[in-house]
């Protein structure tokens, strides 16, 4: 993977929840490759060892560990685990976080006339395990980790805590409320953090991803035959780049906010990466 420019975080101890996931392994990988010690924390630890070995392959250093972001003793788990073969957290990447369908409405709007179908869940048939799930997923999970690797970094000068917000956080999505929700609560937690901290040498910043077409999420965007879905287009009829992202693109951001060389003074700050989506009125 070709990265857009290299930082120096030689010795650094780099962790990234969610770091099997699509875009945090790019993540990972990019960090490695600034001769960073990455450890990978995702609740499927074959794929945190996956995306590991890769990094491994390609001659940086890399380890996954098992954790749940939802359960403190698991994360402190992990945290002993780290310690153990790394060392202190200098940096900490809250990538943890996703969606599901039982927090998701079926209709964009909500219709009178069929909101009582069977076949048909509107805002008032959300199901509240399914949307208490979604939410803590992303803000619960951005919060625990925090708590327990955030120890490491205090009164340690350059440590850095990036969370992964969302266009989400700045313009709601119709249908997924609670993960819209979650990453307007994540954007807001961050600054909170960031003043909290300014005065412990830890800078606390966010990305907020806008659309990436990804094998992930492919069978939503597109249809068997490559076309486009009725929600790409409109998509990328509010996108004024008119195109979705490549998790690449991401990583210009990812590596300026880790530098303390050019983002030193840098803190609080929710950046969109996300082609002008959430700055577009539609008109």
């Known amino acids: 993977m070709k990265i857009p420019f290299k930082i120096d975080l030689s010795g650094k101890v780099v962790v990234v929840t969610g770091g099997a996931g699509v875009l945090c392994s790019y993540f990972a990988k990019a960090i490695a490759a600034c001769d960073a010690k990455v450890a990978i924390l995702d609740l499927d ?15 940086y250093e890399a380890l996954g560990f098992k954790c749940n972001v939802l359960e403190k003793s698991s ?26 369908p039982k927090a998701t409405t079926d209709a964009e709007f909500f219709d009178r006339d069929t909101f009582r179908s069977d076949n048909k869940k509107s805002f008032f048939d959300l199901d509240l395990d399914g949307f208490n799930f979604v939410f803590g997923l992303n803000f619960t999970g951005t919060l625990l980790p925090t708590q327990v690797f955030g120890i490491d970094m205090i009164d340690k000068p350059g440590s850095v805590i990036l969370n992964i917000s969302s266009m989400n956080a700045f313009t709601p999505l119709t249908k997924i409320p609670a993960y819209s929700a979650a990453k307007a609560a994540v954007s807001n937690f961050t600054k909170w953090l960031a003043v909290h901290f300014a005065k412990s040498d830890i800078r606390v910043n966010a990305m907020a991803p ?17 076309t486009p879905t009725p929600r790409t287009a409109k998509i ?19 590596l300026w906010l880790l530098d303390n060389n050019s983002s030193g003074f840098v803190t609080g700050v929710v950046i969109p990466v996300d082609g002008g989506f959430s700055a577009y009125s539609g008109v």
């Open 75 to 100: 994360i402190e788990e992990a945290h002993e685990a780290v310690l153990d073969k790394y060392g202190k957290c200098d940096i900490l990447i809250n990538g943890a976080g996703g969606n599901n």
């Open 45 to 59: 630890k074959n794929k945190a060892d996956a995306v590991a070995n890769e990094i491994v392959e390609e001659g």
């Open 210 to 226: 806008g659309f990436f077409s990804t094998q992930q999420n492919a069978a939503l965007l597109w249809n068997p035959d490559k």
């Open 236 to 254: 990328l009829n509010n996108t004024p780049m008119g195109r979705f992202g490549e998790p690449e693109e991401l990583l210009g951001t990812l």
